[in-house]
């Protein structure tokens, strides 16, 4: 068992009260001030790269996370999800499903200190921009990447593989090239469509060999009170394996992370017996899928 001592704790908590002031300054300016201060210098060495997690502030005792939620979103579903539909936007490239996220289950520490800058993910930012685009109008990409890394990405940092901005970002791009989830219902004949409704048993019996018996598939309720397909969640193990049976997150509220605001429901389980619509992207009005 690893201890920490008083001071340690003292500069981890000095770290995280200086960071944030640091990084409202230009990053050049915050890369000289970290030479004079030893905690944050320390924080600072190759964290683009990552640091070996037991390195990470002293707190891999904290690291006691198993399972993760790797969580992908339909365009056409999302912006029926919005209580302000019109603050939805679908870029002319997008055509498939996008990711929402990617979530430690239960993490009990998460370095919010931790700074996230564009050029932490310039090398991946056109794979970002196509499949994990921000959909709202109000938000823009790298704004919603910086979100998810300060609410979840941090939180997963404690395990190697995962300990750095990039790392994470790619691990992320990784996993939805290995879940396309588009292609898998489309070779099943189940394509958007404004007339056709499907059920859950339909998909699920498609996804299931890819993506395991621990998924879920996510529905909304538009304002026309019709169930709508919004998202997948397939649950990982901290390696990576599908699947995930930790005592304890059985029964986990697969809801957890809520959508990039502006007041997104965050989906319910697509009722086993009323079936659903898989509505189209409509890039010109996307809250009107259907016109």
């Not at 879940?179 to 019996?205: H, M, N, W």
């Not at 697509?270 to 010109?284: E, T, V």
């Amino acid at each position: 068992m690893i201890t920490t001592s008083v001071e340690d704790q003292k500069k981890t908590e000095m770290s995280c009260t200086v960071l944030p002031l640091l990084v409202t300054l230009s990053p050049a300016l915050f890369f000289l001030l970290l030479r004079d201060v030893s905690v944050t210098q320390g924080l600072w060495e190759d964290y683009k790269y990552g640091r070996h997690s037991s390195e990470l502030l002293h707190q891999e005792h904290n690291c006691s996370w198993t399972c993760m939620l790797f969580t992908l979103q339909w365009p056409g579903g999302f912006c029926q999800s919005l209580y302000k539909e019109t603050q939805c936007k679908i870029p002319q490239n997008i055509s498939s499903w996008t990711i929402h996220g990617l979530w430690p289950l239960h993490a009990q520490w998460c370095c919010s200190c931790w700074p996230f800058f564009q050029s932490d993910v310039q090398e991946l930012k056109e794979e970002l921009t196509e499949y994990w685009p921000s959909l709202l109008k109000t938000k823009s990409s790298f704004h919603f990447w910086k979100e998810e890394w300060i609410k979840h990405g941090s939180c997963a940092a404690c395990v190697e593989g995962f300990n750095s901005p990039l790392r994470y970002f790619q691990i992320c791009l990784k996993l939805r090239h290995q879940f396309d989830i588009y292609k898998l219902l489309e070779d099943a004949g189940i394509t958007p469509s404004c007339e056709r409704l499907y059920k859950v048993a339909e998909v699920q019996k498609v996804l299931l060999p890819h993506v395991g018996d621990k998924h879920e598939v996510q529905c909304v309720q538009d304002q026309k009170d019709r169930q709508v397909l919004f998202q997948v969640k397939v649950r990982l193990s901290r390696n990576l394996t599908i699947g995930c049976d930790h005592h304890g997150d059985t029964n986990v509220d697969l809801a957890v992370g809520l959508g990039p605001g502006q007041g997104p429901s965050t989906g319910h389980p697509c009722p086993p017996d009323a079936p659903f619509y898989y509505f189209p992207i409509n890039h010109q009005e996307p809250w009107r899928p259907c016109g």
